[in-house]
C-alpha cells in the first residue's frame, strides 16, 4: 500500500498569513495526488487534483505542486472560511490512500 | 448534476452487521466508479475501497477484507456498503464519493452527507 504522511498535523495561523502543508507518498506517484477541505458536518471538498489543477469555483489563494514522493499546499491570504482539516490524496493506485490530515486553527 | 444521498444513522451491537445506502441521482450510474471513506471520531479520513457496478468489479482495502462488502443495484441507482461483526473501533462517519478521472488524477469529485455508525453495547 502506499503510505501518505502529511506535516504539519496541525498548525495556528491569522487571517492573512501564508500557509504550507506538506505531503509525502511512501513510493513515487508521478502527479496523482490530490488535495482536500473538510470541515466538521460536512463532505469534504475536493480542492485540487493532479497536483496543481485548482477544481472549479476554488479559490485562487489555494495552490498545489511538486512531483514524485513530496508535495505542497499552500494557502495565500488565509481567509475565515479556510480553518478546516486539509486532506492529502493519492490516486496512483485504486486504494486512493489519505494523508492523516493537517488541521488549520484560528491563532 | 450528480447528488448522492445515504441512508440515515444506525446504532449497532457490537458482532452484528450494517448496512448504509448511497443513492445517486442522474444519469449513467451503472458506468460510474463510487468509493466508501469514512471517518472515526478524532481521526482521518480512511478509503475503504472502490465498486464499478458496470463492470461488478470491487476492490477492498487491506484492513477491511472479509468484514466488508460492496454492492449496487443499478435499477434504483443505489450503492451499498456492508459491515459485519462490528466493533467498537468501527464508529464513524460513512461517506460514500463518485470517483471520475480528471486532468490524469481520480478524484473524488461529489460525496454523499455521510452516515454516522455507533456500535455500543
Known amino acids: 500500500d502506499i503510505q501518505m504522511t502529511q506535516s504539519p498535523s496541525s498548525l495556528s495561523a491569522s487571517v492573512g498569513d501564508r500557509v504550507t502543508i506538506t505531503c509525502r507518498s511512501s513510493?513515487?506517484?508521478?502527479?496523482?495526488l490530490n488535495w482536500y477541505q473538510h470541515k466538521p458536518g460536512h463532505a469534504p471538498k475536493l480542492l485540487i487534483f493532479?497536483?496543481?489543477s485548482l477544481q472549479s469555483g476554488v479559490p485562487s489563494r489555494f495552490s498545489g505542486s511538486g512531483s514524485g514522493t513530496d508535495f505542497t499546499l499552500t494557502i495565500g491570504n488565509l481567509q475565515p472560511e479556510d480553518f478546516a482539516t486539509y486532506y492529502c490524496?493519492?490516486?496512483?493506485?485504486?486504494?486512493?490512500?489519505f494523508g492523516q490530515g493537517t488541521k488549520v486553527e484560528i491563532k | 448534476h450528480v447528488q448522492l444521498v445515504q441512508s440515515g444513522a444506525e446504532v449497532k451491537k457490537p458482532g452484528s452487521s450494517v448496512k448504509v445506502s448511497c443513492e445517486a441521482s442522474?444519469?449513467?450510474?451503472?458506468?460510474?466508479?463510487f468509493s466508501w471513506v469514512r471517518q472515526a471520531p478524532g481521526h482521518g479520513l480512511e478509503c475503504m475501497g472502490r465498486?464499478?457496478?458496470?463492470?461488478?468489479?470491487?476492490e477492498y482495502a487491506q484492513k477491511f477484507q472479509g468484514r466488508v462488502t460492496f454492492t449496487a443495484d443499478t435499477s434504483t441507482k443505489t450503492a451499498y456498503i456492508e459491515l459485519r461483526n462490528l466493533r467498537s473501533d468501527d464508529t464513524a462517519v460513512y461517506f460514500c464519493?463518485?470517483?471520475?478521472?480528471?486532468?490524469?488524477?481520480?478524484?473524488?469529485?461529489?460525496w454523499g452527507q455521510g452516515t454516522l455508525v455507533t456500535v455500543s453495547s
Open positions: 464519493a463518485r470517483v471520475i478521472g480528471v486532468g490524469g488524477s481520480s478524484v473524488f469529485d461529489v
Open positions: 442522474g444519469d449513467s450510474f451503472s458506468s460510474q466508479t
Open positions: 465498486i464499478i457496478p458496470i463492470l461488478s468489479i470491487t
Open positions: 513510493q513515487t506517484i508521478s502527479t496523482y
Open positions: 493532479a497536483v496543481s
Open positions: 490524496q493519492q490516486s496512483s493506485n485504486t486504494l486512493y490512500t
